[in-house]
Nanobody, 116 residues
């Protein structure tokens, strides 16, 4: 089993920045990709960004140029640096880990609120 612990959410004004962290522990051998999803009220959960074990990056279009995903393999931690935040970025952000076996694991979620 894989345990994911997220941190870094909070309230920020439009144009501000936040950095999310997600540390993986447990049966972490065989992680294929780590990433972040988000879910706003009354909307479906969507992929924000992901990074594979080989370093391939994926971003959803609305965050390109503003968000940066990175991964520290030694610490089994994935980060999401979010700059130039907009009110529409408000959501619960979930850490996700995809295994080579095809299984997936989720964090508990952290609230990000962008408001003046």
């Amino acid at each position: 089993q894989v345990q994911l612990v997220e941190s870094g959410g909070g309230l920020v004004q439009p144009g501000g920045s936040l950095r999310l962290s997600c540390a993986a522990s447990g049966s972490i051998f065989g992680i294929y990709a780590m990433g972040w999803y988000r879910q706003a009220p009354e909307k479906q959960r969507e992929l924000v960004a992901s990074i594979t074990s080989g370093g391939s990056l994926t971003y959803t279009g609305s965050v390109k140029g503003r968000f940066t995903i990175s991964r520290d393999n030694a610490k089994n931690t994935v980060y999401l640096q979010m700059n130039s935040l907009k009110p529409e970025d408000t959501a619960v952000y979930y850490c996700n880990v995809d295994m080579f076996t095809g299984s997936a694991h989720w964090g508990q979620g952290t609230q990000v609120t962008v408001s003046s």
